[in-house]
């Protein structure tokens, strides 16, 4: 069941984002794709590294060397390839906000604790809903459109994701009459 979920699982995502694929501007290039499965494997390594060896310790602490070690690679590039300007507005206080609070912080504690208490395989597979969110959030955010396409991905993945991620039935002992 948990294997069938998975490959159902993925047939949605693959569907959410079929109609992106070879638009001009939607941003998903062969560079694009390429770090997106790069970051898939590695934080399926890092969340199988946390589960083995570090589920044991302090949120905050796991948290906060997480962060360090994201700084410790992100800072020197953003200084080789960034312009270093920023233009300080609404948007840009908002965007950080979501960013930080939501995204970072909030995101980063909720992985670790599933991670804690659940079954890596189930974590894992939450990792498919990414897109369908992401999609229904630029649908409500920002005026992008959803096809049917999506939307009937959205459910199969969805679907999958259930399969993946359900807990076996005890058996029912039948009653003797």
Same mark, same amino acid.
């Given at each position: 069941?948990?294997?069938?979920?998975? $490959?159902?699982?993925?047939?949605?995502?693959?569907?959410?984002?079929?109609?992106?694929?070879?638009?001009?501007?939607?941003?998903?290039?062969?560079?694009?794709? +390429?770090? #997106?499965?790069?970051?898939?494997?590695?934080? #399926?390594?890092?969340?199988?590294?946390?589960?083995?060896?570090?589920?044991?310790?302090?949120?905050?602490? $796991?948290?906060?060397?997480?962060?360090? +070690?994201?700084?410790?690679?992100?800072?020197?590039?953003?200084?080789?390839?960034?312009?270093?300007?920023?233009?300080?507005?609404?948007?840009? !206080?908002?965007?950080?906000?979501?960013?930080?609070?939501?995204?970072? !912080? +909030?995101?980063?504690?909720?992985?670790?604790? *599933?991670? %804690?208490?659940?079954?890596? #395989?189930?974590? +894992?597979?939450?990792?498919? *809903?990414?897109?369908?969110?992401?999609?229904?959030?630029?649908?409500?955010?920002?005026?992008?459109?959803?096809?049917?396409?999506q939307i009937v991905g959205m459910a199969i993945?969805? *679907?999958?994701?259930?399969?993946?991620?359900?807990?076996?039935?005890?058996?029912?002992?039948? %009653?003797?009459?």
């Amino acid at each position: 069941r948990h294997w069938l979920g998975l $490959g159902i699982g993925l047939a949605g995502v693959i569907l959410v984002l079929w109609p992106k694929f070879g638009v001009a501007g939607s941003g998903i290039t062969p560079a694009t794709l +390429g770090a #997106s499965i790069c970051a898939v494997l590695a934080i #399926s390594a890092g969340t199988i590294w946390q589960k083995r060896h570090g589920s044991g310790g302090d949120l905050v602490t $796991g948290t906060f060397w997480q962060y360090v +070690g994201g700084a410790a690679v992100a800072v020197p590039i953003a200084l080789l390839f960034e312009t270093r300007t920023v233009v300080f507005n609404g948007e840009l !206080v908002f965007a950080m906000t979501w960013l930080v609070l939501v995204l970072s !912080v +909030g995101a980063i504690f909720l992985l670790m604790i *599933l991670i %804690r208490d659940g079954e890596m #395989s189930k974590v +894992g597979s939450l990792f498919y *809903l990414v897109p369908a969110v992401t999609a229904l959030m630029a649908w409500a955010l920002f005026g992008e459109t959803l096809t049917p396409v999506q939307i009937v991905g959205m459910a199969i993945t969805t *679907l999958g994701v259930g399969l993946a991620t359900a807990r076996a039935q005890a058996p029912t002992r039948a %009653r003797a009459s």
